[in-house]
């Protein structure tokens, strides 16, 4: 298997080079460029455009591409033309808000998808399992930033129990104050998330019992007298947690991706927020550093998903 | 020259933030609104104050703030707006940005001699208790000009000052111009100059820096190291009325009295000042989250029966207009270069599409009589330099047609045909914005063909802030006439954007007359006040008539405030100079 891994890894290679490419063309391409909202005649034109030049804007893309990738080496993502401080601390802040934010994120999608799941599997066709399917379409026919605004109206406004931004209080201060005053500010956009990403979850889990339930060692089981609970519990919910394991790579990765409209809606200063600002201003370095890192971070989700399986499922093996 | 960025010596504005903005269905404002709107008042109600208190205040972006807190480096709207109550300018101003003597410095200038001698108040101290001194002035100089800090203030108006522009290069190790009489520790700066303008005396002129740098705390700091340095991005030095006590970067900073301030300690105790969505204005307001917060214009009939604050409002230095491209920017010259053969040089065909834009309908139907018509290029703000006799372009489409036809565009079928026989497309290129500027856009085209005039989008649709500029800029062909705005330094002079030699002179007119008046304004003899306002209000004429560039409309901005809240106003006389409120003057109410 480890064989495979290192493939793997050294296919990621070429993988990143293309995409870092492309991200590197087509931000180029955008029009404008990060000095665009700097002009302001009080602000010389010639001044502005002696930075563009000493910021090697003018060079042919080759060139700045190849400057990109020597620093990159050098583990060096750049300074951000918009922020002025170093990429990685820049991304390194956001990244940390994000990751807490992902990560209460994916515990309560779990708390909430994989009991709902187990409900609506082990009473199949019930009433339970009506009410889990009728919240799995709602949940899954609004879109997210609809459902978003619509909670942060009703309980960051209406309500005022969450705060409406930000990801800590002004005020928030010693170790316990900072990390309650964290956490009360992402509860709300890691509830609203959670409750609308359950969806998958949920009707994998389902299916996955409806379909074990049937199969030929359940009812071996059964026959032999194995009481229903250790049946259920033992062997049709582990072999139906199969999926959604092995699912875990792609969630995390999903998560870090998936931020952009929760974070943008609350304003969270996450990597998702960053992205999208980063868009906006033109912040090159950045934007195609966060890029390489999504890249990175999709093709190891793929990767760990797959690992995941073999783990636990001994009848997959990846060759 | 913080004005420069706050009254925002002249950036670009989004369509979105300043032409005919507003959203709202409701249609039926009636002209009462606009009545009370122009009865704000700019200043809250003085009441009896008490010490200490907490005040909030909304900070409205999208993007979280950069957190620059030095004037010379900074270069964003919102980096000046979390840093104000500290950072306070050397001048303070009357109501018509000219220099008074009420703030920390005092400034004299001799025309003669070509110099200003700005002198430092004894007592205006950094919040760590050191005076401010010449060389913190100096100091500033050197941030700007020194090639290695990144600044982007540096400029040729500056480097009217000796010696700067080889500072600059590299080519001297001082600054020639800057003299202090008393020495680095004294508080008096001479500064020599080359030439001298009328605009000088006043405040954003971009000739003289208005704020100084502590040299004593930064200069252990390379000039390349200074932008990211903790004693700018974390623990920086002011001396206005509050100190930086903690940021959270990019989403708040609170600020704590100074207790060195020259005027005496603030009553204050603390400033929370919070990044929230522009989206999420008009529910804070509401439910009072902020004590100090600006109104969104597109949700003012939302949150104009807000109970326990006061609304009060200014007049931005800013205006929308629509320009004609008459020709193209010529970058080898460094030139504005007309083509005579231009479809819109023709003053007939733009004065007639500028009777055709109903202004103040739009105003009333769709931002809530918030917005209203300019009639000329210098706003009332600059007092005596606006010539009040100018009425521009009212909504006329008899005088329109009257004048089209006199002029030989002669109706073929539908639309009108150019004097020479061709057909004519005019192709008008517009921003994107929010939900109203689409039916605001197709309105002005109604209008238009109700003079005949064929008027399509360039692109055939609206466009995007960055894409629209890039157009613009670039004298795309696609482009006949567009829909921009502008706004403005507090030094009222128009060469910067309609001179010759001005590239945001993105109509590309440069006739002889106009440059003419244009020096007129900033002239030697223009130190004669009555003959600046002369020729002021002879460009202004001038440009009416011509029409290259037909301003078209300006908006309140209103900020509610919490009605415990007192002292807080929004005239320029009662600002130190920075553009914001003084915020030594607010307190809350006993």
């Known amino acids: ?319 | 020259m913080k004005k420069a960025k706050i009254f925002a010596g002249i950036t670009l504005l989004s369509g979105a933030a300043l032409t005919l903005v507003a959203c709202g269905k409701s249609n039926n404002q009636s002209v009462d609104e606009t009545k009370t709107a122009s009865k704000f008042s700019d200043t809250v109600p003085v009441k009896a104050t008490k010490d200490g208190g907490t005040v909030k205040v909304a900070v409205e972006t999208d993007t979280p703030f950069t957190g620059i807190f030095n004037d010379e480096l900074s270069t964003s709207a919102i980096d000046s707006e979390v840093s104000q109550y500290g950072s306070e300018s050397l001048f303070a101003t009357d109501d018509h940005y000219k220099f008074t003597d009420k703030g920390a410095a005092t400034i004299k200038i001799d025309q003669k001699a070509k110099t200003a001698t700005i002198t430092i108040k004894k007592g205006v101290k950094w919040s760590d208790g050191k005076q401010v001194t010449a060389k913190d002035y100096e100091y500033a100089y050197e941030i700007i000009a020194n090639k290695d800090s990144g600044s982007q203030r540096y400029s040729s108006s500056l480097a009217e000052l000796e010696g700067l522009a080889e500072y600059h290069d590299g080519k001297s190790k001082t600054i020639s111009g800057i003299e202090m009489p008393d020495g680095e520790n004294g508080r008096v700066v001479v500064l020599h100059f080359k030439h001298m303008a009328p605009g000088m005396n006043t405040s954003g002129s971009g000739y003289i820096w208005e704020t100084a740098a502590p040299y004593h705390y930064l200069k252990d700091v390379a000039f390349k190291d200074l932008m990211a340095s903790d004693k700018i991005r974390k623990k920086p030095l002011y001396f206005g009325a509050y100190k930086l006590d903690k940021i959270v970067r990019g989403q708040s900073v609170t600020w704590v009295p100074n207790e060195y301030y020259y005027k005496g300690k603030p009553k204050i105790s603390k400033i929370v000042a919070t990044v929230i969505s522009p989206n999420s204005v008009a529910q804070s307001i509401k439910s009072g989250k902020f004590d100090v917060t600006e109104v969104i214009k597109s949700q003012w009939q939302n949150v104009k029966n807000t109970k326990d604050v006061n609304f009060i409002a200014q007049i931005p230095l800013a205006y929308s207009y629509l320009g004609f491209k008459v020709g193209k920017w010529d970058s080898k010259k460094g030139e504005n270069v007309m083509d005579k053969n231009s479809k819109m040089n023709n003053k007939a065909l733009r004065q007639a599409i500028a009777y055709g834009m109903n202004v103040e309908q739009v105003g009333k139907r769709y931002s809530f009589g918030l917005s209203f018509r300019v009639p000329t290029l210098i706003p009332s703000s600059f007092g005596e330099y606006h010539d009040s006799s100018i009425k521009g372009y009212t909504y006329n489409l008899k005088k329109g047609n009257e004048i089209l036809d006199k002029a030989g565009y002669k109706k073929k079928g539908e639309y009108r045909v150019q004097p020479n026989g061709k057909p004519l497309t005019i192709y008008l290129a517009a921003m994107s914005g929010n939900s109203n500027q689409e039916p605001i856009i197709q309105n002005y085209i109604q209008q238009w063909k109700k003079l005949g005039l064929n008027v399509k989008l360039t692109g055939g649709r609206l466009i995007e802030f960055n894409s629209f500029y890039d157009k613009v800029k670039n004298d795309d062909p696609s482009v006949d006439m567009f829909l921009a705005a502008w706004s403005l330094s507090s030094e009222p002079s128009p060469a910067d954007l309609y001179g010759k030699t001005s590239p945001f002179n993105y109509s590309r007119f440069a006739t002889a007359e106009n440059q003419k008046l244009l020096d007129e304004i900033d002239s030697a003899k223009a130190f004669n006040n009555s003959y600046r306002v002369k020729a002021f209000h002879k460009w202004q004429k001038y440009m009416n008539d011509e029409a290259y560039v037909v301003p078209v409309s300006n908006s309140y901005k209103i900020v509610a405030v919490n009605k415990k809240l007192t002292g807080y106003s929004l005239k320029p006389s009662k600002s130190m100079g920075n553009g914001y409120p003084n915020w030594y003057d607010v307190a809350l109410v006993k």
């Open chain 1, 1 to 319: 298997m480890w064989k495979t891994v290192l493939r793997r890894l050294l296919i990621m290679i070429p993988q990143l080079i293309i995409l870092s490419m492309l991200v590197f063309l087509l931000a180029k391409m955008m029009p404008g460029d990060p000095f665009t909202g700097a002009i302001n005649p009080n602000t010389d034109p010639k001044q502005i455009e002696a930075l563009k030049r000493a910021a090697g804007l003018y060079d042919p893309w080759y060139i700045q591409y190849g400057r990109w990738v020597g620093n990159l080496f050098h583990g060096d993502l750049g300074t951000s033309y918009i922020q002025h401080v170093s990429v990685s601390s820049l991304i390194w802040d956001r990244a940390v808000n994000t990751f807490w934010l992902s990560l209460l994120t994916t515990i309560i999608t779990y708390a909430i998808a994989i009991p709902l799941g187990i409900t609506a599997g082990r009473h199949q066709d019930e009433w339970q399992d009506t009410a889990v399917q009728v919240f799995n379409y709602i949940t899954f026919a609004i879109p997210g930033f609809v459902f978003y605004i619509l909670g942060l109206w009703l309980f960051g406004f209406t309500l005022g129990w969450f705060p409406i931004s930000g990801s800590v209080s002004a005020s928030a201060s010693g170790f316990w104050g900072v990390l309650g005053s964290r956490l009360y500010h992402m509860i709300l956009p890691a509830i609203l998330y959670a409750l609308i990403t359950t969806t998958g979850t949920v009707q994998y889990l389902r299916t996955g019992i409806v379909d074990n339930k049937v199969e030929d060692y359940v009812r071996t089981a059964r026959s032999k007298g194995v009481p229903e609970n250790v049946v259920f519990n033992k062997h049709i919910l582990r072999n139906s947690l199969l999926p959604i394991a092995a699912f875990l790579g792609n969630t995390i990765t999903g998560l870090l991706g998936g931020s952009m409209i929760i974070e943008t809606v609350f304003s969270y200063p996450g990597m998702g927020k960053l992205f999208m600002d980063s868009i906006g201003q033109r912040d090159y370095t950045t934007l195609t550093a966060l890029i390489l890192i999504f890249g990175i971070l999709t093709l190891v989700g793929n990767l760990l998903s797959d690992i995941i399986m073999s783990i636990i499922d001994p009848r997959i093996r990846i060759q």
